[in-house]
C-alpha cells in the first residue's frame, strides 16, 4: 500500500516538475489586484472546531456574527476550514462529505446575512488532514467553488508539499525545483479561481516556507500565512507575533502577511494575553479571522474582538505593517504608521513580573501630539517632559494612538 502511494506521488510529482517557468505575468492577475484592500476579517472553523465542524456549526458562526456585532465591526468572511471534504464522482466533480449536506445552500445562508463564504483545499492530492485535495481538477474545482458561492479560498500546501519532496529527490541537480513547483501550484489556482469570473480572495498556506512574503503578491495571493500553526497559548502567539515586525515591508493593501488565525475566547489564555494577541495582530496589519465557539462568547471575548479603536489600527488604510520600535529584554515598543500622520504604539511586557515602562514620543516623531489615547481603557493619557508611563501587566500591553 505504501509504495503504490509513493509510486502515485513519483508520478504525479514528474508531471509537476514538467511545469515550465511560472512568476512571469502572474502579478497583474486581475481579480487578485482589487481583493483584500485591508487585512481581511471573518472567522474561520478550525481553531476551535478542527475536523469536528459541521454545517450547522458554520450556521451558527454565521448568525452569531450578526447577532453579536462582529458583522458590524467588520468580521464579514465566514470560512470552513479542512475536513468538509467528499469523494470525486466518476466526471470529478467533488462532493462535500455527510457533514456539509448543501454547500449552496450553505452559501446562500451565509450571503442572505451579508456575509463572505470561505473554503478550504490543497494544491496536493490530500488536505493536511487527509481529505480530498485538487491537484489535477483545479480549474474544475475553482468552478465548483464559485457556483456554490465561494469568495475566498484558503489554499493549504499539505501533501503537495511531498510531490516536491519526491521531485527533489528525482533531479539533486536542480535546486529550484520545489519551489518552482509551489510558485506554479499557487499561479494555476489564481488563474483558474480568475477564470471563474468571481472575485475569490486567494489565501497562501505553506507555514512560510522559501520567504513566501517576497514573491507571495506575485503568484497572485492576496496573503500568506507565514508560519507554522498558532496554538492557543502565550508562548506560540507570542513566538510568532513578536517574530514579524522584520517583514513588514512586504504587506499592503491587496497582499498582507498573514501569522495565522485568532485564539481570542479559546480559553487557553488570560486576557492580558488575548489583549496582546489582538493588539499585535492590529499593529501587524494581520488578517482577523477569529478563531474561537462565536455562539458562546462572553463579554470579555467580545469586548476584545470588537474593540473598534483596535481593529481601526489593523483596517487603517494607509496598509503599512507595523514594527518593533525597541526592545529591552522583556519589554518591547512596536509602532503602526497610520494615515492623517497619526501612530498606534503597543508597550508590551513580556515579563512575568507587573512592569513600568516609558515611550519617548519623539521617537515617533510627535513630541507634543494633540492626544493619546489609550485603546483599551479609552481614556486619554498625558504625556510629562515627552514621555508617557505606564504599567503594563504581565504578558500585557498597553496600546496608544497617538495624534499629531
Ligand atoms: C494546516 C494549516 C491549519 C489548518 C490545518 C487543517 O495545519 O496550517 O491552519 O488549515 O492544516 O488540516
Same mark, same amino acid.
Given at each position: 500500500?505504501?509504495?503504490?502511494?509513493?509510486?502515485?506521488?513519483?508520478?504525479?510529482?514528474?508531471?509537476?516538475?514538467?511545469?515550465?517557468?511560472?512568476?512571469?505575468?502572474?502579478?497583474?492577475?486581475?481579480?487578485?489586484?482589487?481583493?483584500?484592500?485591508?487585512?481581511?476579517?471573518?472567522?474561520?472553523?478550525?481553531?476551535?472546531?478542527?475536523?469536528?465542524?459541521?454545517?450547522?456549526?458554520?450556521?451558527?458562526?454565521?448568525?452569531?456574527?450578526?447577532?453579536?456585532?462582529?458583522?458590524?465591526?467588520?468580521?464579514?468572511?465566514?470560512?470552513?476550514?479542512?475536513?468538509?471534504?467528499?469523494?470525486?464522482?466518476?466526471?470529478?466533480?467533488?462532493?462535500?462529505?455527510?457533514?456539509?449536506?448543501?454547500?449552496?445552500?450553505?452559501?446562500?445562508?451565509?450571503?442572505?446575512?451579508?456575509?463572505?463564504?470561505?473554503?478550504?483545499?490543497?494544491?496536493?492530492?490530500?488536505?493536511?488532514?487527509?481529505?480530498?485535495?485538487?491537484?489535477?481538477?483545479?480549474?474544475?474545482?475553482?468552478?465548483?467553488?464559485?457556483?456554490? *458561492?465561494? /469568495?475566498?479560498? @484558503?489554499?493549504?500546501?499539505?501533501?503537495?508539499?511531498? !510531490? +516536491?519532496?519526491? #521531485?527533489?529527490?528525482?533531479?539533486?541537480?536542480?535546486?529550484?525545483i520545489g519551489n518552482r513547483m509551489m510558485k506554479a501550484a499557487y499561479v494555476k489556482m489564481r488563474a483558474a479561481l480568475d477564470k471563474t469570473g468571481r472575485p475569490i480572495v486567494l489565501s497562501l498556506c505553506q507555514y512560510g516556507w522559501d520567504d513566501v512574503w517576497a514573491w507571495g503578491a506575485s503568484v497572485g495571493g492576496n496573503l500568506w500565512r507565514t508560519t507554522g500553526d498558532i496554538e492557543d497559548n502565550y508562548a506560540r502567539m507570542s513566538t510568532i507575533g513578536f517574530s514579524q515586525g522584520v517583514i513588514a515591508q512586504?504587506?499592503?493593501?491587496?497582499?498582507?502577511?498573514?501569522?495565522?488565525?485568532?485564539?481570542?475566547?479559546?480559553?487557553?489564555?488570560?486576557?492580558?494575553?488575548?489583549?496582546?494577541?489582538?493588539?499585535?495582530?492590529?499593529?501587524?496589519?494581520?488578517?482577523?479571522?477569529? *478563531?474561537? /465557539?462565536?455562539? @458562546?462568547?462572553?463579554?470579555?471575548?467580545?469586548?476584545? !474582538? +470588537?474593540?473598534? #479603536?483596535?481593529?481601526?489600527?489593523?483596517?487603517?488604510?494607509?496598509?503599512?505593517?507595523?514594527?518593533?520600535?525597541?526592545?529591552?529584554?522583556?519589554?518591547?515598543?512596536?509602532?503602526?504608521?497610520?494615515?492623517?500622520?497619526?501612530?498606534?504604539?503597543?508597550?508590551?511586557?513580556?515579563?512575568?513580573?507587573?512592569?513600568?515602562?516609558?515611550?519617548?514620543?519623539?521617537?515617533?516623531?510627535?513630541?507634543?501630539?494633540?492626544?493619546?489615547?489609550?485603546?483599551?481603557?479609552?481614556?486619554?493619557?498625558?504625556?510629562?517632559?515627552?514621555?508617557?508611563?505606564?504599567?503594563?501587566?504581565?504578558?500585557?500591553?498597553?496600546?496608544?494612538?497617538?495624534?499629531?
Amino acid at each position: 500500500m505504501r509504495m503504490r502511494w509513493l509510486a502515485v506521488v513519483i508520478v504525479l510529482a514528474s508531471v509537476a516538475g514538467a511545469q515550465g517557468p511560472v512568476v512571469a505575468s502572474a502579478k497583474d492577475m486581475s481579480a487578485a489586484g482589487s481583493l483584500a484592500q485591508t487585512p481581511p476579517m471573518g472567522w474561520n472553523s478550525w481553531n476551535h472546531f478542527a475536523g469536528k465542524v459541521t454545517e450547522q456549526d458554520v450556521k451558527d458562526a454565521a448568525d452569531a456574527l450578526v447577532a453579536s456585532g462582529m458583522r458590524e465591526a467588520g468580521y464579514v468572511y465566514v470560512n470552513v476550514d479542512d475536513t468538509w471534504e467528499g469523494e470525486r464522482d466518476p466526471q470529478g466533480v467533488l462532493h462535500a462529505n455527510s457533514k456539509f449536506p448543501d454547500m449552496k445552500g450553505l452559501g446562500d445562508y451565509i450571503h442572505a446575512r451579508g456575509l463572505k463564504f470561505g473554503i478550504y483545499s490543497s494544491p496536493g492530492p490530500r488536505t493536511c488532514a487527509g481529505f480530498v485535495a485538487s491537484y489535477g481538477y483545479e480549474q474544475q474545482d475553482a468552478d465548483l467553488y464559485a457556483s456554490w *458561492g465561494v /469568495d475566498y479560498l @484558503k489554499y493549504d500546501l499539505c501533501s503537495f508539499g511531498t !510531490l +516536491m519532496e519526491a #521531485a527533489r529527490d528525482e533531479h539533486p541537480e536542480d535546486a529550484e525545483i520545489g519551489n518552482r513547483m509551489m510558485k506554479a501550484a499557487y499561479v494555476k489556482m489564481r488563474a483558474a479561481l480568475d477564470k471563474t469570473g468571481r472575485p475569490i480572495v486567494l489565501s497562501l498556506c505553506q507555514y512560510g516556507w522559501d520567504d513566501v512574503w517576497a514573491w507571495g503578491a506575485s503568484v497572485g495571493g492576496n496573503l500568506w500565512r507565514t508560519t507554522g500553526d498558532i496554538e492557543d497559548n502565550y508562548a506560540r502567539m507570542s513566538t510568532i507575533g513578536f517574530s514579524q515586525g522584520v517583514i513588514a515591508q512586504y504587506a499592503g493593501p491587496g497582499h498582507w502577511n498573514d501569522p495565522d488565525m485568532l485564539e481570542v475566547g479559546n480559553g487557553g489564555m488570560s486576557t492580558e494575553e488575548y489583549r496582546t494577541h489582538m493588539s499585535l495582530w492590529a499593529l501587524l496589519a494581520a488578517p482577523l479571522l477569529a *478563531g474561537n /465557539d462565536l455562539s @458562546k462568547m462572553t463579554p470579555e471575548t467580545k469586548s476584545i !474582538l +470588537m474593540n473598534k #479603536a483596535v481593529i481601526a489600527i489593523d483596517q487603517d488604510k494607509l496598509g503599512v505593517q507595523g514594527k518593533r520600535l525597541s526592545k529591552d529584554g522583556d519589554l518591547e515598543i512596536w509602532t503602526k504608521p497610520l494615515s492623517g500622520g497619526s501612530a498606534a504604539v503597543g508597550l508590551f511586557n513580556r515579563s512575568s513580573i507587573a512592569t513600568s515602562m516609558s515611550l519617548k514620543l519623539s521617537d515617533v516623531g510627535m513630541a507634543s501630539p494633540s492626544a493619546i489615547v489609550d485603546l483599551w481603557s479609552g481614556q486619554r493619557r498625558v504625556a510629562k517632559e515627552g514621555e508617557v508611563k505606564a504599567v503594563v501587566p504581565v504578558h500585557g500591553v498597553v496600546l496608544l494612538r497617538v495624534e499629531p
